[in-house]
């Protein structure tokens, strides 16, 4: 037995192809902060445009909450994206540093950034969950109109 790891669970092998699909996923991240960054700037300037124009009073305080909080929601959705996207693109750094250099500790650390990703992603999808709601209490209501 080798007491020389005892804090060690169990021991994984990385092979050549293992190494290459996470040197892809690290390519991949960079276009999917590239198409990520860009629809943030999209969805900011449609919610600015939203909060600058005229809105129309609507009587239904439903409406008039949803309406005024929509373009906040969005800009809170848009800036946990951002989040978790610099999380993915960490892992995807510190992968490719520790296949490169045989890093065993600073591949076992990458998956800190994994983690703290996913959580933004949770908070996207929440975000993502409440405009959903809202969107269907919207079409519900105007169907009933």
């Given at each position: ?44 300037v449609r919610d600015l445009i939203a909060l600058l124009r005229d809105r129309p ?86 169907w009933n109109k």
């Amino acid at each position: 037995m080798d007491t020389e790891n005892k804090d060690d669970l169990f021991s994984i092998r990385l092979n050549n192809e293992g190494a290459a699909h996470l040197l892809r996923f690290a390519k991949q991240v960079k276009v999917f902060m590239i198409a990520g960054i860009a629809l943030t700037v999209i969805i900011l300037v449609r919610d600015l445009i939203a909060l600058l124009r005229d809105r129309p009073a609507y009587s239904d305080s439903f409406f008039r909450i949803f309406f005024s909080i929509y373009p906040y929601l969005s800009l809170a959705t848009a800036i946990a994206f951002i989040l978790q996207l610099i999380y993915y693109q960490r892992l995807g750094k510190a992968v490719k540093y520790a296949i490169e250099y045989s890093d065993e500790a600073g591949f076992n650390k990458a998956f800190e950034s994994l983690v703290k990703g996913i959580w933004f992603a949770f908070l996207v999808t929440g975000f993502s969950f409440l405009f959903v709601i809202g969107d269907l209490v919207v079409i519900i209501k105007l169907w009933n109109k």
